[in-house]
């Protein structure tokens, strides 16, 4: 079906090329669930046969209809977030690469798959490549967007204050530049607090994996130059970012229009833009990515590096003086004019976020101040969950064990207990993938993880257990991290690849303004769809498109489930970390 839907804008030649494939995705079953872009040579390879009494599979060579590889169904017993009965095909050992397909009889076959040494390289690049298209204040020639060019918009050169961010030397409706940065999501605003996450998630894949990125080639207008493409695509964004601190050190929480915008494009999406109330939240997370980049662009821009220390210090500063301004859009609406309805990000706890800025700057200076502030083996017994916007100090643990050679002696018995605690967290995901889950991935370990954005659940999962890998060498851990990027490629309760424009089973209607409006069938490339949410939150949009309650099939393929189909920065940069880290480490040329 997505694969006649398609081809409708191909050109003529190209129609001819896809028939093989429509045929194929006429005969294939979504009753077997895998990864549709495929696997290394030498990493676990599994299928998941739903509600099937068959006893054996095959692998098939899918140009020469070759059988190549039989085996047995293992019954794994019902996967409890599908309620469907799970039969695990592994062909792990088959490991020639080539184009397949997996076949059951009485089942039918399933979307095709590679087995490749660098399977993950382009869907990778295409995940990053989803930021040069979020990119504000630019337009993008076809020469790196395709058929996705577009014209400038949001310059942001006349960016109003807010009454609720007003100052005696900004008063109210002073207007400020602050323009580039990424649109967060499927709307065109940015949000301090949630580019926190994102942008010092794509800082810690490069500062992880230097050699493979000093080399990695994105399609991006400043390819050419010397710097790495993937810190030239980050400094985008924080080229915005640094704009957003006032001359106090404190931070806007965001910089947005007053309600969303229609589904237009960019250029067409005019209406005033505010910076908001600054708040300890944003002020903290800023001050977090800002000592990060101090230590990544070191090499490449001393100057901006520098620069990126001194307001991370000045911020950290403010939220030290103004330790719990929490954003209460309800609130300051009462208060403020004009009303702001936009996305809140509105976290009501903002110690993880003091622990990792403190954290952030400890490593950036080495002042026991921070250290001290930081108090890690307090809260190590307690504390630390997986990341998402609202809860981030475990990304400082990420950056103490990456950072431990250079931290002071006295702190090594800390980073001891840090290893402990992060290896902990991770091998509960990994025991939960190899022992329980009925198919066999790290996904579901608590009933929780299907939530707003359960991708990126998904995707964090996978960034934990790959820093547990580097950390410790056991491949375990690699396993279970693959096992979350099969789940997100297709190894799932609907069967879909969730990256846009890879696998067979494609999501073709994000909630992505853009691609509802640029008149192009299919979607900008390289985005991962938000994912299964029972929460439904946006039924009264979709009324009566939910067909279920599962939490692992409660997903729409339609633009109006922004609660299950939208985009954002903070889910594709985990999954640009578990993608380029797997192919990083697995990748062969
Ligand atoms: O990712 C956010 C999710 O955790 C929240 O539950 C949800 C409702 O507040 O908001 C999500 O973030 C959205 C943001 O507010 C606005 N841009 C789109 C984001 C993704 O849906």
Same mark, same amino acid.
């Given at each position: 079906m997505v694969s006649m839907l398609k081809i409708k804008s191909f050109g003529f030649t190209a129609v001819l090329l896809s028939i093989a494939s429509i045929v194929f995705a006429q005969n294939a079953t979504n009753k077997i669930r895998l990864n549709q872009v495929g696997f290394?040579?030498?990493?676990?390879?599994?299928?998941?046969?739903? &509600?099937?009494?068959?006893?054996?599979?095959?692998?098939?060579?899918?140009?020469?209809?070759?059988?190549?590889?039989? $085996?047995?169904?293992?019954?794994?017993?019902?996967?409890?977030?599908?309620?469907?009965?799970?039969?695990?095909? &592994?062909?792990?050992?088959?490991?020639?690469?080539?184009?397949?397909?997996?076949?059951?009889?009485?089942?039918? &076959?399933?979307?095709?798959?590679?087995?490749?040494?660098?399977?993950?390289?382009?869907?990778g690049k295409a995940s990053l490549g989803f930021l040069y298209y979020q990119r504000a204040s630019t337009a993008l020639p076809a020469q790196y967007a395709g058929k996705w060019a577009r014209a400038a918009g949001h310059p942001d050169d006349q960016v109003i204050v807010h009454a609720s961010a007003a100052t005696a030397t900004r008063p109210e409706g002073t207007k400020i530049k602050s323009s580039k940065g990424w649109y967060d999501a499927g709307d065109y605003n940015k949000y301090i607090v949630n580019s926190g996450i994102s942008t010092y998630t794509l800082m810690a894949l490069y500062e992880q994996y230097p050699k493979f990125f000093d080399t990695l080639k994105l399609n991006i207008p400043e390819n050419t130059n010397s710097i790495p493409d993937i810190l030239d695509e980050i400094r985008w964004n924080l080229d915005w970012m640094v704009t957003m601190q006032d001359e106090d050190g404190g931070v806007y929480h965001k910089l947005t229009n007053t309600n969303f915008d229609g589904s237009v494009m960019p250029a067409d999406a005019v209406n005033g833009r505010y910076v908001i109330m600054k708040t300890t939240a944003a002020t903290l997370d800023f001050a977090a990515v800002m000592a990060v980049a101090y230590r990544v662009y070191k090499k490449t821009d001393k100057a901006f590096s520098d620069k990126c220390l001194a307001q991370s210090i000045a911020a950290y500063d403010w939220a030290k003086k103004n330790k719990n301004v929490i954003y209460n859009q309800g609130v300051m609406n009462q208060k403020f004019n004009p009303d702001i309805n936009t996305g809140a990000y509105d976290d009501g706890n903002v110690s993880d976020e003091f622990q990792w800025a403190a954290i952030e700057l400890f490593i950036a200076t080495n002042k026991s101040s921070y250290g001290e502030d930081a108090n890690i083996e307090f809260t190590l017994r307690t504390d630390f969950e997986l990341p998402n916007w609202a809860k981030?100090?475990?990304? $400082?643990?990420?950056?103490?064990?990456?950072?431990? &050679?250079?931290?002071?002696?006295?702190?090594?018995?800390?980073?001891?207990?840090?290893?402990?605690?992060?290896?902990?967290?991770?091998?509960?995901?990994?025991?939960?993938?190899?022992?329980?889950?009925?198919?066999?991935?790290?996904?579901?370990?608590?009933?929780?993880?299907?939530?707003?954005?359960?991708?990126?659940?998904?995707?964090?999962?996978?960034?934990?257990?790959?820093?547990?890998?580097?950390l410790s060498g056991d491949g375990a851990y690699l396993t279970a991290a693959i096992s979350n990027l099969d789940y997100l490629l297709g190894r799932n309760g609907t069967g879909y690849?969730?990256?846009?424009?890879?696998?067979?089973?494609?999501?073709?209607?994000?909630?992505?303004?853009?691609?509802?409006?640029?008149?192009?069938?299919?979607?900008?490339?390289?985005?991962?769809?938000? $994912?299964?949410?029972?929460?439904?939150?946006?039924? $009264?949009?979709?009324?009566?498109?939910?067909?279920?309650?599962?939490?692992?099939?409660?997903?729409?393929?339609?633009?109006?489930?922004?609660?299950?189909?939208?985009v954002a920065i903070n889910w594709n940069s985990p999954i640009s970390f578990l993608i380029l880290s797997v192919e990083a480490t697995k990748g062969r040329k």
């Open positions: 290394y040579p030498t990493t676990e390879k599994v299928a998941i046969v739903t &509600d099937s009494i068959a006893r054996e599979f095959f692998v098939i060579n899918a140009a020469t209809k070759e059988k190549v590889y039989s $085996g047995e169904l293992k019954p794994m017993g019902m996967w409890e977030y599908s309620e469907e009965y799970s039969n695990k095909a &592994d062909f792990t050992k088959f490991n020639k690469t080539g184009k397949y397909f997996i076949s059951v009889p009485g089942v039918g &076959d399933s979307y095709p798959f590679e087995i490749s040494n660098q399977v993950n390289l382009t869907v981030v100090n475990t990304l $400082g643990l990420y950056s103490l064990i990456q950072n431990r &050679d250079y931290l002071p002696e006295t702190y090594a018995p800390t980073v001891e207990l840090v290893k402990d605690k992060l290896l902990s967290m991770a091998t509960k995901l990994q025991k939960y993938q190899s022992n329980k889950s009925a198919f066999a991935i790290a996904m579901g370990v608590s009933n929780g993880n299907f939530n707003w954005g359960s991708n990126s659940t998904a995707a964090n999962q996978g960034m934990l257990l790959m820093n547990a890998y580097k690849c969730y990256i846009s424009g890879y696998g067979t089973k494609q999501v073709m209607n994000p909630h992505h303004r853009p691609s509802e409006a640029d008149g192009v069938l299919e979607p900008v490339p390289g985005m991962l769809a938000g $994912g299964p949410n029972p929460g439904q939150e946006d039924a $009264g949009y979709c009324a009566g498109k939910y067909t279920t309650k599962l939490p692992a099939k409660c997903y729409i393929d339609e633009q109006c489930s922004y609660a299950t189909n939208e």
